[in-house]
């Protein structure tokens, strides 16, 4: 495989070559993050491996595997990779609303035998890579002419209508929100987004009336989790319970009676940093937000480092998508955003949003192993 700098002679990087350039301290970052999560699970378990941090264990060695194979692979293969990744995605999607198995009254998943799939999350990279090589292969007068716009709004939109209709609220959120921040990246103006989200403010009544009854109750929970405590306000009103009850160093590791008396609702998925600022207290759960904040210096580092657009935007798309995660799971525990079922990166359990995240993590150790490649405006056969 060829690696190429700007102005400089082509050099060739083999695989072992390209093992050492693997940025090995986001690596450690996001096998720490890991860790963290699984500690919290084996407390939440009651000090037990079972269900729970054995399995996320086995499925973050063998994403940490995938993750490393990721960031070898010549990033060209990525950028042809990325319409048709996006094109397979869409048609999963499509295919979930058909053939897809009911869990929780939503419709999510393709049961494909030995094992589940999730095609939401497929989309959430697969939309990464298709705006990046969209953009790519733009001018940046281009960028900012708005009939240039249209292909990629309806690339964005057009998975997250889908996504709302299984339904599920907070991935669409997460798809349109990564959109805008990859055409931010890519140079669209700020004007720009001030109308669309003013157009989406107006648009607020209509989205009221098309909302299910649980995605009104959980808005108006937000609003005011004590009007119903023991029903849609109790798990947001337990969660700050938990969170006050920590402190500033916690009860100690295995002794949050919120999280072992089962007042803590989802503890180990969607309020597991609950779980985690309960026992470890407000120092702890800073220490868990330090170490983030640095997985997000990193990413924004290897985009800006990135002499290549594509490697910008994917950079930047994804380390905007882990932020978002962060941000979401975090702001709904402590009531201030409405509860919608963000798992909390690398923390939650959960097999596919693991696998998720470390396939964008591997995405992210490419661009920067690629980070010199001399990569065409336009691909060969005049693909843009």
Known sequence: MALSTIGGP???????????????GLVLLVSLVASVGFAMLYSAAGGSLDPWASRQMIRFGVGLVLMLAIAVIDLRFWLKFAYPAYAMAVLLLVAVMVFGTIGMGARRWIDLGPFNIQPSEVMKIALILALARYFHGLTIEEVRKIRW?????????????????????GTALL????????????????????????????????????????QRRRVLTFLDPENDPLGSGYHILQSKIALGSGHIFGKGFLQGTQAHLNFLPEKQTDFIFTTLAEEMGMAGALTLIGLYICIFAYGLAI???????????????????????????IAMVTGLVPVVGVPLPLVSYGGTSMMTLLVGMGLLLNVYVHRDLQLPRRLDGGLG
């Not at 082509?10 to 090995?24: A, D, M, P, Q």
């Not at 716009?149 to 609220?169: E, F, H, N, T």
């Open 10 to 24: 082509e050099r060739k990087l083999s695989i072992g070559r390209k093992l050492w350039e693997v940025n090995w």
């Open 175 to 214: 798809l349109i929100m990564t959109g805008g921040i990859i055409l931010f990246f890519a140079g669209v103006r700020l004007w720009k987004f001030a109308l669309a989200l003013g157009a989406g403010l107006g648009t607020i009544p209509i989205a009221w009336q098309l909302m299910h009854d649980y």
């Open 303 to 329: 985009a800006l480092r990135a002499r290549h657009q594509y490697g910008r935007l994917v950079a930047a798309g994804f380390t905007g998508m882990f932020f978002l995660y962060v941000f979401i799971n």
């Open 149 to 169: 716009l249209l292909i990629p709004l309806a690339m964005i939109l057009l998975p997250a209508g889908l996504v709302m209709k299984q339904p599920d609220l």
